[in-house]
């Protein structure tokens, strides 16, 4: 089974902290990919990666940054929390670039709250 | 931009009844659609999809059809049993641009015994 694996279900930061969410998949996948889950607005993407140390900004990047020095490790840093980016954030990952498997597969979530 | 529109829950059944979720999309261009599924305290997990006009989805007993013409792809289920409770997310693809997807807002359904 493919499993994706965040490194934290829950995190409670103090405002202006320099957070890392960490997410790591062993299924050797290229695609990773950060969201970020809102009531009432679904998730919407922060930024994805097709391959190592390669990011692409998505819908809402402003505040966050990422890393991927490995192929199954993609890191979310946010440079300086802040209350607005309390939320629920989910990592996932596919291989459609090598198998065209349009599936993709999610971590359980990382419920971040910053006071 | 592209986007994906879905009826506002919660949606409360009891068990064995009827279930249609609404999904409509806007898309640039011809996407892949998807229903994505999050029971309680999980990620998600793809429930089902379609990539062409015309093409049914199914899985667990639910089914949802691609309507190029009206697009659409709505959610059904004959029969709803309480392990169906969890939120229910419609989402498309572009696939030129890598499988990144965009999620409607999400349908809360809860199943009553």
């Known amino acids: 089974d493919v499993k994706v694996t965040q490194s934290s279900r829950y995190l409670v930061k103090r405002t202006g902290e320099k957070v890392f969410l960490e997410c790591v998949q062993d299924m050797d996948h290229e695609n990773m990919f950060w969201y970020r889950q809102d009531p009432g607005l679904g998730l919407r993407l922060i930024y994805f990666s097709y391959d190592v140390k390669m990011k692409e900004k998505g819908d809402i990047p402003e505040g966050y940054s990422v890393s991927r020095e490995k192929k199954e490790r993609f890191s979310l840093i946010l440079e300086s929390a802040s209350t607005n980016q309390t939320s629920m954030y989910l990592c996932?990952?596919?291989?459609?670039?090598?198998?065209?498997?349009?599936?993709?597969?999610f971590g359980q979530g990382t419920r971040l709250t910053v006071v | 931009g592209d986007s994906v529109t879905q009826m506002e829950g919660p949606v409360t059944l009891s068990e064995e009844a009827c279930l249609t979720i609404?999904?409509?999309?806007?898309?640039?261009?011809?996407?892949?659609l998807f229903w994505y599924v999050q029971y309680p305290g999980e990620g998600l997990q793809l429930l089902l999809k379609?990539?062409?006009?015309?093409d049914k989805g199914s899985n667990k007993g639910f089914e949802a059809t691609y309507r190029k013409e009206t697009t659409s792809f709505h959610l059904e289920k004959g029969s709803v049993q309480v392990s169906d409770s969890a939120v229910y997310f419609c989402?498309?693809?572009?696939?030129?641009?890598?499988?990144?997807?965009?999620f409607g807002a999400g349908t809360i359904l809860r199943v009553k015994s």
């Open positions: 609404n999904c409509t999309y806007t898309a640039t261009g011809y996407p892949s």
């Open positions: 379609a990539t062409k006009a015309d």
């Open positions: 989402a498309l693809s572009l696939m030129e641009y890598g499988n990144k997807l965009v």
């Open positions: 996932a990952s596919d291989n459609y670039l090598r198998t065209k498997n349009t599936e993709a597969f």
